[in-house]
């Protein structure tokens, strides 16, 4: 709710990228509440794949913008946006542990949409009525695509695996928004993307490779 509020206040380059730093949290949180280390390594993949991501958010102007109220409001929601994921997975790491999958996604998704109704209910009336039929298909996708398969991904992962590591797949995202916007809307991809997206994958590689077996 947090990220997606932030959208209102600044762009979308500078949002994504303050979201995708979670997994710097994660490894922060992941050290004090679960004593779980990370090798020199990892932190120099982390650290790789933080920059790229920079890197290449950077390439739109926007995420210079000047700094105003509503700027820097829009940053802190952000901000807020990527340690409220970093708590998400260390929890799921702490909970899946004795929670069945189907159970704990249940509860966890239910919850979610439970308190987003009722923090959006001053509002419902006029959101209800007013939206068009495409934008709800568009809803609904996200409900598919992002929320039931991909969080359930991440939700499965951090039972195998240290909530560091599964939320630095997060950083992919930038890699697969732009090959569908390539794919679906033709956005060409230059010479800069592709140098930000094999820091990332690099960085990415560097982080998981201790796992890998």
Do not use: D
Not at 83 to 101: D, M, P
Not at 137 to 147: E, K, N, T
């Amino acid at each position: 709710m947090t990220w997606t509020v932030s959208l209102e206040h600044i762009s979308v380059a500078k949002s994504t990228f303050l979201v995708t730093t979670s997994p710097v949290w994660v490894a922060l949180l992941s050290f004090i509440f679960l004593n779980e280390t990370i090798s020199k390594k990892q932190l120099f993949g982390i650290l790789i794949a933080t920059g790229s991501a920079f890197f290449l958010f950077s390439l739109n102007e926007e995420i210079f913008m000047n700094q105003t109220q509503r700027s820097i409001k829009g940053e802190l929601l952000a901000t807020l946006g990527a340690i409220s994921i970093a708590a998400y997975l260390i929890i799921g790491r702490t909970l899946r542990q004795a929670i069945e999958l189907k159970v704990y996604v249940f509860l966890t998704y239910s919850f979610a949409a439970m308190a987003l109704v009722l923090y959006n209910l001053p509002n419902m009336e006029h959101l209800a009525f007013n939206m068009p039929g495409a934008a709800w298909v568009y809803i609904f996708c996200l409900a598919l695509g992002p929320q039931l398969i991909g969080h359930t991904i991440l939700n499965w992962g951090v039972r195998r695996f240290p909530a560091t590591l599964v939320s630095t797949m997060i950083f992919a995202e930038p890699i697969a928004a732009s090959a569908l916007a390539w794919v679906i809307l033709n956005e060409s991809v230059g010479l800069s993307s592709l140098l930000g997206f094999s820091g990332i994958l690099l960085g990415i590689f560097l982080t998981i490779r201790r796992n890998t077996r």
